[in-house]
């Protein structure tokens, strides 16, 4: 739950926007206040560290702050999602290559190594963002809970335990949903053209 602002209401994300694109400061608070816990579990599942993920989030405000304007995000909480995840996944390959630390990440990229394995051949083919987009497309044809385990998994880079947890299902029905996911995905991509 958000907490309120201190007239007691929440602001609206087009509200937030606004503020930050008037350079208002207090934006910063306004977005800390509503998707504050979110940003540190989306960093968390990738870092494991508490010191991290409060730097992350205080470069992801400044991410947004250094960022609208010019843009003007459409969907609020996708757009400092994207930003924090990107922070936490370079905060992590800078950890990573120093040492190998324990993550979520590691784990949820693993399970689709096999699916997504880069070559030459592909990377000529089509530009990441084409592949982006058919993955987009695919995940938007699945059921909703489904696409709920997908993007908590390999967006949120979130454990398959608290999964399960909030869906009421069991680790094992989580697995056989992801094996399934993965395995639908390849074909999808596949019938797309590409081959991994």
Request: proline share 3%.
């Amino acid at each position: 739950m958000t907490k309120p602002t201190e007239s007691g209401q929440t602001l609206s994300d087009e509200q937030i926007v606004e503020m930050y694109w008037k350079r208002e400061e207090r934006a910063i608070q306004e977005t800390d206040n509503k998707y504050g816990k979110l940003l540190f579990r989306i960093a968390y599942n990738i870092l494991h560290d508490y010191c991290d993920c409060e730097e992350c989030q205080n470069d992801t405000y400044l991410g947004v702050w250094n960022t609208v304007p010019p843009n003007r995000p459409v969907v609020f909480p996708a757009f400092i999602t994207q930003i924090m995840r990107r922070i936490a996944i370079n905060r992590y390959k800078e950890k990573n290559s120093k040492k190998r630390i324990p993550s979520e990440l590691t784990v949820c990229m693993d399970e689709l190594n096999d699916i997504l394995q880069s070559n030459e051949k592909v990377e000529e083919e089509y530009e990441t963002k084409e592949i982006g987009k058919i993955i987009s497309a695919y995940v938007r044809k699945l059921s909703i809970n489904q696409r709920y385990i997908f993007i908590e998994r390999y967006y949120f880079a979130e454990s398959v335990e608290c999964i399960s947890e909030r869906l009421g299902i069991s680790e094992s029905t989580v697995y056989r949903y992801l094996d399934k996911i993965k395995y639908d995905l390849k074909l999808y991509l596949e019938r797309n053209g590409i081959y991994l």
